[in-house]
């Protein structure tokens, strides 16, 4: 089923599925794009958060509206449709005398509607359920991304402020390094000291070239001292390395020391952590990232008939586990007894050694604690297999067995009823899930019950 978000204006920002129908002809000549833009527009107004409206668009496509409000605002609609219903005929007249209007081959057109999707009201409430939650969802998404741009632009102006106060005050609370001509150092304040983890004997025996990571942002300490030699200044960003081996981003000024003549006598360079904004950066293009994952899968789960089920469910653990960047991804489903959980679905990263076939029709109690909390229908997250207590010791020799170092996994619900779950390893190394994490895999869950109860 196709879906797009589109603006009050009526300006398409995320599009996929489109029927041919609507993507070649409606939308491509002006005056019936006209009709799409006033269905997306006027006929799709007045919908309240968290309803929806099925409307047939003024070209003879059913429609489906519900809107995505932020912060109290109304921004975008999330649209999903062009189809017909079952047992629907369509205006065949309607659609010709449309194709004589504007000037579409006729030929060509016809065929376009001939393969517009007929759903069932049944499926199209099931799918209307589960927009409704990804609507909510990038609802709450997008007030995260204000928030969070919201700290972002207070930050800066609050790192800004510290770094003018510092100067008055002979910059002290900012990072203070001198240095001779070839990046020797000769001095270093507290902070530099306290952040880097070196005395400052040990700093005073360094050269700036020590503190790089490897992967420069803005440029390598050779190119900052060619720069400011030359020009007398230098801005950026760069990573650094602790003495712990720990990474730090750093935003960086230097300047040049002249003597009176002119003659350059020595580099200073001010630094300030800006490390926490770099993590809310990167925060922000996850969720983004992780937003336009979740489209894709539910588009092959709900887009997929019953017998091949199966393929697509591998489809989308592939699709999950390079994203997350997991070891393996499964599905396991409660068999017809209610007594023993199989392994139906399986990915693993290249080198990475399956578990299908050892996990056929397990005793539900092989692995009690990980099993009694997804029956209670909870998710279960273990970021090291090392750090279970002793409630966990039968969970943890099974996991072991299996090379699992840390474990994500959701239940598979369906109107309140356990179906299974669906679970990420990582075997190379251990591993701190996040939220992001938690939101790709329950949600992905929620689209597996909707797909497997459906089949």
């Known amino acids: 089923?196709?879906?797009?978000?589109?603006?009050?204006?009526?300006?398409?920002?995320?599009?996929?599925g489109w029927q041919d129908i609507c993507h070649l002809f409606h939308r491509k000549h002006p005056e019936s794009c006209k009709n799409c833009t006033e269905s997306d527009t006027v006929l799709s107004k007045g919908v309240a958060p968290g309803e929806f409206k099925l409307y047939k668009c003024k070209n003879g496509m059913w429609d489906i509206v519900t809107p995505i409000y932020v912060?109290?605002?109304?921004?975008?609609?999330?649209?999903?449709?062009?189809?017909?219903?079952?047992g629907e005929q369509p205006d065949t007249q309607f659609f010709e005398e449309q194709a004589a209007r504007y000037g579409f081959n006729r030929a060509d057109y016809m065929q376009a509607l001939r393969q517009v999707p007929f759903y069932s009201r049944e499926q199209v409430a099931k799918v209307m359920s589960f927009y409704l939650r990804l609507a909510r969802h990038i609802s709450q998404l997008s007030h995260s991304n204000v928030v969070l741009s919201h700290n972002l632009k207070v930050k800066a102006g609050i790192i800004q402020a510290?770094?003018?106060?510092?100067?008055?005050?002979?910059?002290?609370?900012?990072?203070?390094?001198?240095?001779?001509?070839?990046?020797?150092?000769?001095?270093?304040?507290?902070?530099?000291?306290?952040?880097?983890?070196?005395?400052?004997?040990?700093?005073?025996?360094?050269?700036?070239?020590?503190?790089?990571?490897g992967h420069e942002l803005d440029g390598t300490q050779d190119e900052i001292i060619r720069c400011t030699l030359i020009n007398g200044s230098w801005h950026g960003e760069a990573k650094n390395i602790t003495k712990d081996g720990n990474e730090i981003f750093m935003d960086i000024r230097t300047f040049r020391i002249d003597d009176d003549a002119g003659k350059p006598l020595a580099l200073c360079g001010i630094s300030s952590d800006i490390t926490v904004r770099r993590l809310y950066i990167d925060l922000l293009r996850r969720q983004n990232e992780a937003s336009r994952k979740l489209i894709e899968i539910s588009r092959q789960l709900l887009n997929t008939k019953a017998m091949s089920i199966a393929a697509t469910i591998d489809s989308c653990l592939l699709d999950l586990g390079e994203f997350m960047e997991v070891d393996r991804s499964y599905v396991f489903l409660i068999d017809e007894s209610g007594i023993t959980i199989s392994n139906t679905n399986e990915w693993c990263r290249q080198g990475v050694e399956a578990q299908k076939d050892n996990l056929q029709k397990q005793d539900m109690r092989s692995a009690p604690a990980m099993i009694d909390e997804l029956l209670k229908q909870n998710m279960?997250?273990?970021?090291?297999?090392?750090?279970?207590?002793?409630?966990?010791?039968?969970?943890?020799?099974?996991?072991?067995?299996?090379?699992?170092?840390?474990?994500?996994?959701?239940?598979?619900?369906?109107?309140?009823?356990?179906?299974?779950?669906?679970?990420?390893?990582?075997?190379?190394?251990?591993?701190h899930w996040d939220e992001v994490d938690f939101m790709l895999i329950q949600l992905t869950a929620d689209l597996l019950a909707a797909s497997l109860a459906r089949g």
């Open 380 to 431: 279960v997250c273990i970021d090291d297999l090392s750090d279970l207590d002793s409630a966990w010791t039968e969970d943890r020799a099974v996991l072991a067995a299996q090379g699992i170092q840390a474990l994500l996994a959701a239940p598979i619900v369906y109107e309140h009823e356990i179906m299974g779950f669906i679970g990420l390893d990582m075997v190379r190394a251990a591993r």
């Open 162 to 213: 510290q770094k003018l106060q510092s100067m008055m005050l002979d910059q002290i609370k900012d990072r203070i390094v001198l240095s001779d001509l070839e990046g020797n150092i000769t001095y270093t304040n507290q902070a530099v000291q306290e952040a880097m983890g070196y005395s400052k004997d040990e700093l005073c025996r360094m050269r700036v070239h020590d503190f790089e990571h």
């Open 1 to 16: 089923m196709a879906i797009a978000i589109i603006d009050t204006e009526g300006k398409v920002l995320i599009s996929n």
């Open 71 to 86: 912060q109290g605002r109304h921004l975008a609609n999330l649209y999903f449709g062009q189809f017909f219903f079952e």
